[in-house]
Antibody
Framework: QLQLQESGPGVVKPSETLSLTCTVS??????????WGWIRQPPGKGLEWIGS???????YYNSSLKSRLTISADTSKNQFSLKLTSVTAADTAVYYC?????????WGQGTLVTVSS | EIVLTQSPGTLSLSPGERATLSCRAS???????LAWYQQKPGQAPSLLIY???SRATGIPDRFSGSGSGTDFTLTISRLEPEDFAVYYC????????FGQGTKLEI
């Protein structure tokens, strides 16, 4: 059974960089036709797609975040990562990683990241 | 960007009743690449429907999706107590966007 697990700091200071890693287990990050994505959800609000990466390294970003966003992968570790620069309170959210294969069929449990000094 | 508008915002029903949730897109969804998710409090969303009408693995057949183009519907034929949750639609035909959600409450 495919499992995903997010990891990273729970608190980030304003103007700094938010960094998260998603570790994939029970399956291969490099499996064909699979994209891997990041989605976030501010407290009490709806879902926002952040971006996705194919195992080859091709990336697709939400245009509203593109200037601050980098998604990368380390296939040897079955991991992909998110870096979001110059964060503000508006970036406070639960961040999820998920497998993107005709809908997001597998999700991590999510990790709350709070932007606060 | 394709904007998805879900209605109603909140739907109040009882177990055993039929639920009909709507998702309208601001422009045609390519190849009917439309998914539905269920989210319960404190949990990650779970995929119910993809490709507008295909049930994901393990999803009971009381859940069905229909529609094409710009208008899509999620129907729950006979509500069970565990179905009361928030439901989101998502399009993945042109980048990715989510609807704002419909809360299904008892």
């Amino acid at each position: 059974q495919l499992q995903l697990q997010e990891s990273g700091p729970g608190v980030v200071k304003p103007s700094e960089t938010l960094s998260l890693t998603c570790t994939v287990s029970g399956g291969s990050f490099s499996s064909a036709s699979s994209y891997w994505g990041w989605i976030r959800q501010p407290p009490g609000k709806g879902l926002e797609w952040i971006g996705s990466i194919y195992y080859t390294g091709s990336t697709y970003y939400n245009s509203s975040l593109k200037s601050r966003l980098t998604i990368s992968a380390d296939t040897s570790k079955n991991q992909f990562s998110l870096k979001l620069t110059s964060v503000t309170a508006a970036d406070t959210a639960v961040y999820y990683c998920a497998r993107d294969h005709g809908g997001f069929g597998y999700w991590g449990q999510g990790t709350l990241v709070t932007v606060s000094s | 960007e394709i904007v998805l508008t879900q209605s109603p915002g909140t739907l109040s029903l009882s177990p055993g009743e039929r639920a009909t949730l709507s998702c309208r897109a601001s422009q045609r969804v390519s190849s009917n690449y439309l998914a539905w998710y269920q989210q319960k409090p404190g949990q990650a969303p779970s995929l119910l429907i993809y490709g507008a009408s295909s049930r994901a693995t393990g999803i009971p057949d009381r859940f069905s999706g229909s529609g094409s183009g710009t208008d899509f519907t999620l129907t729950i034929s006979r509500l069970e107590p565990e179905d009361f949750a928030v439901y989101y639609c998502q399009q993945y035909g042109n980048s990715y966007t989510f609807g704002q959600g419909t809360k299904l409450e008892i």
